[in-house]
């Protein structure tokens, strides 16, 4: 009997009791969800043998998508950051565009447009705060990841947004989180609306007053290694096609005169960066058992992307030196939480389309709104978010007088922009169809979208700007970004493809909470919700 009871030890021994379970690993108290903004998989994948520190860190210890695509057509900001929220297409959250045509103010509004948030300042004021510095989501037509955390632990789970962007800070995280942050310089600083708080917390106006903005006024951006940026890029600092924003000029160094110029440069990351820092001990993230929520997203990418293009040497290094500020990050995280504390979610919000002076498209060129507009004929009020809105002398005519007007209207804009596609928003019959018109149905916001959607051809850009890039048209360059997710137990592997409605999703189960009512993905990598106490 002892023998066999020695054969039966060392059995389980070295093949493990089947009654032992698989211990799960911790649930992490601070999920850290990051935005990179325009950073296309293309260019990713391009740059990523560079990358040595927190995108090295994410590439070697976590799960990596090389491509996520983006199901509808409006590859902007705003869309991108409400989805990547709510884990839903703008037909169901509601943002339409950065900015798009309101009807009933026959003009233009930001996405985060709201007359009853007020951005508060957090210094004192060189002059009176525009009536229009507002902000916060009250566009957004659905609950994001915040909301789902909110409810789920009873208020309990904090859930912070910073970004240099208000749109960006506003709708990345969903309808309410606890607070979001962003940049405006007339406010001082680092800064919130009445949307999230009565005066700007006391935390956030020491930042302002000991880390002020303007400390980057007169600074100088020289490159980290112009000798690896030569070679990785295989062009030269100041190639055709790149913008001199004001007097920045197209090759480094670039000093920074005002804070318009601090938005395109490392100076803008550096902001976002210690906005996020500073907030950890005041907002109590990851403080206690109740998984928390950061909600960060870098901009200056994106502002850099559309001057100097995606390609440039000043976008690359701006990716060197925001791979290094994460990893300092991670390693903070790591101090505070444990390795085993934390998690992270990294993304884009669309990608980029290159300068068609380098593209292989050929005729690739900028096409302008204003002319747009023009060529579509009078009845045109708007071309705005690559969306064509009629004007309130078209909305009087007769229904059957309209469906002329308006097919006129695409026909002659087709006939004197060949390289756009014009899709009549009213069809709604392709929704869920792959492919370009089931993209752009799914951009379509009920009340809000133009009569007519433009879908520029791949290398060409709808802009007024006449140098530099965009990323409207929907096609691989803008529709698809990375996904890099780094928590307890998820394994370090590679996919290649994967849908950008299951970040938030993924988030949420990360929190271990419910996913947002809209978001109805899978998780990515098999990540399964569970709460702090188990599964």
């Known amino acids: 009997m002892r023998r066999l009871a020695f054969s039966l030890a060392l059995f389980a021994a070295c093949h493990g009791s089947p009654r032992s379970p698989r211990v799960p690993p911790p649930v992490p108290k601070l999920v850290v969800m990051i935005v990179i903004d325009q950073l296309p998989s293309w ?9 040595h520190g927190g995108l090295g860190r994410l590439l070697r210890e976590g799960a990596y998508v090389k491509r996520a695509t983006l199901p509808y057509a409006s590859t902007f900001t705003a869309p991108g950051h409400a989805t990547i929220a709510t884990g839903t297409t703008p037909s169901v959250h509601g943002v339409v565009g950065n900015q798009w045509w309101r009807r009933a103010e026959a003009r233009e509004r930001p996405a985060e447009f709201d007359p009853a948030a007020a951005v508060l300042p957090v210094g004192p004021l060189e ?25 789920a632990t009873h208020g309990r789970g904090h859930a912070i ?11 990345v995280s969903g309808q309410h989180p606890e607070l979001a942050i962003w940049f405006d310089s007339g406010a001082g600083g680092m800064t919130t609306s009445t949307a999230y708080a009565t005066a700007a917390p006391a935390w956030l106006v020491e930042h302002a007053r000991t880390h002020p903005a303007n400390h980057f006024i007169g600074q100088t951006w020289s490159p980290l290694d112009p000798d ?10 100041d190639a055709p096609g790149e913008g001199s924003l004001h007097g920045m000029g197209t090759a480094f160094p670039h000093v920074v005169h005002d804070p318009e110029e601090l938005l395109h440069t490392p100076f803008g990351d550096q902001l976002v960066m210690g906005a996020a820092l500073a907030a950890l001990d005041p907002t109590q993230l990851g403080a206690d058992d109740v998984p928390d929520l950061l909600a960060i997203s870098f901009s200056a990418h994106d502002y850099a992307g559309h001057n100097w293009g995606p390609d440039s040497w000043e976008v690359l290094d701006l990716t060197l030196r925001l791979d290094a500020a994460l990893g300092e990050l991670f390693t903070t995280l ?39 507009a023009t060529a579509g004929g009078p009845l045109v009020a708007k071309v705005s978010s690559n969306q064509v809105y009629m004007s309130a002398a078209w909305g009087q005519l007769p229904a059957a007088e309209q ?16 390289a756009l596609d014009v899709f009549d928003t009213a069809d709604a019959s392709h929704c869920r169809e792959p492919g370009l018109a089931g993209d752009i149905c799914r951009s379509v916001v009920t009340g809000e979208s133009g009569e007519l959607y433009l879908a520029p051809h791949r290398g060409f850009v709808v802009t007024e700007y006449k140098t530099g890039t965009h990323h409207d048209a929907p096609n691989a360059d803008n529709q698809e970004v990375p996904i890099l997710v780094r928590a307890p137990g998820v394994a370090p592997q590679t996919i290649e493809r994967a849908s950008f409605l299951q970040i938030a999703p993924t988030v949420a189960a990360l929190l271990g909470v419910p996913p947002p009512a809209s978001a109805t993905a899978s998780t990515l990598f098999g990540i399964v919700a569970r709460s702090p106490a188990g599964p």
Do not use: M, N, Q, Y
């Open 43 to 51: 260019a990713f994948e391009r740059d990523r043998a560079l990358f």
């Open 127 to 151: 002059a009176p705060l525009p009536a229009d510095d507002v902000a916060s989501a009250r566009v957004l037509r659905v609950a994001g990841v915040a909301d789902a955390l909110r409810t």
């Open 161 to 171: 947004a910073v970004a240099l962007k208000p749109r960006s800070a506003c709708l």
């Open 228 to 237: 690896v940026l030569a070679k990785h890029t295989g062009i030269v600092d």
């Open 334 to 372: 790591d101090r505070r939480l444990g390795k085993d504390g934390w998690a992270v979610v990294l993304t884009s919000d669309h990608g980029a389309t290159p300068l068609v002076e380098r593209s292989p498209v050929v005729g690739a060129r900028r096409l302008v709104p204003s002319e747009i």
């Open 403 to 418: 469906r002329a007007a308006l097919a006129t209207t695409a026909s002659e804009i087709r006939a004197a922009f060949p």
